[in-house]
Every structure is written in structure tokens, then in C-alpha cells.
């Protein structure tokens, strides 16, 4: 069956994240991050109005955050002018990055027909698991309670390399120390970031950028957003539930949702019919960031469509008045 919405999707929606990665790399370096997230929400939500669609915001950086934007989740975007669409967004995908100058602060959105994404509000967070196609068949459920080594093992011997040829990705935190020991203890190499949950799993969903897997805990909008991602690729990813505190865990109990659930890629994000954009704000594994000269700019791009396995990089100069 033909989609309803225009095969040009991608490149509108690339002019969303270049508005809000546009908006957030002028904090570069400045260490006001709440900032940068804020300005980057109010462009992005501004740039989405031009775009055919009838959004619907599935989960919003609240869930996270305890902020509000015009981001939030159950928001309408979009002109309202075409298809019904899920939507999720990161305006700005590693904040602290941004603010300490560190690399891989990205700007993202993913969009896929209504009813197609998961949507388990009020879940905050979530464990995942990514590899790229190349390992995407031994990924199976038993990885998610096995130990590091077992998975590491099997993404190995799909890769045809030792488990000491891999790097995996791990988001530095508390709750993660455990897991950063056993994955060094089984002789895999690591990559431990502040933050940058997207731009890691786009990293392990990704061919040749020399990162293997991604594991561990993270934001439950950022899975789904990557989960678009990932499935555009080719990879696979695998998901659950992972509520950190009493407050979050009564309150996904009193909404119904399954924490023992394991989900695959396609039912984080159902179909084919799926975009995914992201532009770098800051240099990186992923994208070159944004350039200043004064009145222009220079940006690059990743833009993804599921259903014809597209994959376009795209550079643009951009124009810029007084104000930004």
C-alpha cells in the first residue's frame, strides 16, 4: 500500500533539526544547558509549523526533565495540513555535552505514522540494548538478563572479531558501575559518556564508526527515538522498562505497563513508514558541527527513511539574521 505522506518528508524535517541545532549551538561551551534545551524546544516547535503533517508529540522531554516546552508529550505539531503522525523529539540530544563543548550534542526528531510508537507515559527510563545489522540476528531476548560477556560473545562472533575488538557505549552513571566492570572484566573495550543516549545508539546502530553495542539505561523518549533510527539502519535494539526510583515505578504500576516486557525494534516503533533526522551541533563521532561565519552557518545532517533504506548526509549553509 502507498504511503499518504509526501517521500520529501525527510528533507522538511531537516530543516526542523537545523533550526533547533542552529538555536543551541550558540551555547556552545557556556554551561547554561537548560538554556540551550529551552531556546533549541521553541525553534524546533516553530519550524515544525511548516511541516504537513498532523503531529502528535508521543513522549516529551517532561517525563525526563520535569520541565515543560511546547514539546511535551500529547502536544500537537505540525500544520495540520496532512497525515497523522507520531512524533519524538530531542531538541538537543546530550545538553551537558553541549554546555562543557564536548562532542556528539545532537538535534533529532523521528516521525512515523499515528498509533506506530510506543508510548508508556509516564516512564521515564528504560534499559536498551543496540547493535547494528551486522549483528542484528543473534540479538535475541535472553541478552537482556544474560551477563555482558554471553551477548558480547555472540555480537563477536556475528562481527567476526574477539570480544576485545569491540567498544561499547555506556552512558556514565551510578547505576552503570556494575556493568562498566563486567564489560572491561570480559576484555571489550568502553566508551563512557555524560550524556548523548541518541547519538550513542545511532553510533552502535551504525556501521563503521567503531562502536560495537550500546548498553544500559536510559531515557524511555530516547529509546523510541532511536528505535526509529535504528530500525532506518538495519539494526536491532531490544527495551524494557526500568523504573529508578519509588516514585516512577508506582506510577508506571498505577498506568498499566509491563516492566518485565522486553521489546523488540518493531514494536518500539511499528511499520516502515518512518523518518529519522538528526543535525550535530557539536563535532563528533556521528556529524561535524555547527560552523559560524558571522552571517552564516554551516550544518550537517543525517537523514534516514525507513521504508526504501535511504541514508542521506547533507551539508547546508544557512543564512543568518542579526538575532542569531
Not at 556552545?28 to 508529540?57: C, F, P, Q, T, W
Not at 540494548?129 to 555472540?154: F, G, H, K, N, Y
Request: overall charge negative.
Amino acid at each position: 500500500m502507498a504511503s499518504d505522506f509526501s517521500p520529501n518528508l525527510g528533507m522538511d524535517l531537516v530543516r526542523v533539526t537545523e533550526a533547533a541545532a542552529l538555536a543551541a549551538g550558540r551555547y556552545m561551551g557556556l554551561d547554561r544547558s537548560d538554556e540551550a534545551d529551552y531556546y533549541a524546544a521553541l525553534a524546533m516547535a516553530k519550524a515544525l509549523e511548516d511541516v504537513n503533517i498532523e503531529g502528535h508529540v508521543v513522549i516529551g522531554e517532561e517525563t525526563k526533565l520535569g520541565t515543560h516546552s511546547p514539546l511535551d508529550s500529547s502536544m500537537t505539531v505540525g500544520s495540520g495540513n496532512g497525515p497523522a503522525m507520531d512524533v519524538v523529539v530531542d531538541p538537543v540530544d546530550g545538553a551537558r555535552l553541549l554546555a562543557l563543548g564536548h562532542s556528539d550534542a545532537i538535534s533529532v526528531v523521528g516521525i512515523a505514522p499515528k498509533g506506530s510508537m510506543w508510548a508508556p507515559y509516564p516512564a521515564a527510563y528504560m534499559e536498551k540494548i543496540v547493535v547494528d545489522q551486522t549483528a542484528a540476528d543473534v540479538l535475541v531476548e535472553e541478552c537482556m538478563d544474560a551477563p555482558a560477556a554471553w551477548t558480547l560473545a555472540l555480537v563477536a562472533r556475528a562481527k567476526k572479531k574477539q570480544i576485545r575488538d569491540l567498544v561499547v557505549f555506556i552512558l556514565s552513571r551510578t547505576r552503570h558501575h556494575d556493568l562498566i566492570e563486567e564489560i572491561r572484566t570480559a576484555g571489550a573495550r568502553v566508551i563512557v559518556r555524560s550524556h548523548g543516549d541518541i547519538a550513542g545508539a545511532i553510533m552502535a546502530g551504525t556501521e563503521n564508526v567503531n562502536v560495537d553495542v550500546m548498553l544500559g539505561v536510559g531515557g524511555v523518549s530516547e529509546g523510541v527515538i532511536s528505535a526509529c533510527a535504528i530500525k532506518c539502519l538495519g539494526g536491532a535494539m531490544l527495551g524494557r522498562l526500568a523504573p529508578q526510583n519509588e516514585e516512577e515505578h508506582a506510577a508506571v504500576i498505577e498506568a498499566g505497563l509491563d516492566t518485565k516486557q522486553i521489546l523488540t525494534c518493531d514494536q518500539l516503533v511499528n511499520g516502515r513508514d518512518i523518518f529519522f533526522v538528526a543535525t550535530g551541533i557539536t563535532n563528533g563521532r556521528l556529524l561535524a558541527g555547527i560552523q559560524y561565519h558571522g552571517n552564516w552557518a554551516e550544518t550537517e545532517s543525517l537523514v534516514l527513511r525507513c521504508e526504501t533504506g535511504t541514508r542521506r548526509l547533507i551539508h547546508a549553509e544557512h543564512r543568518l539574521d542579526e538575532d542569531q
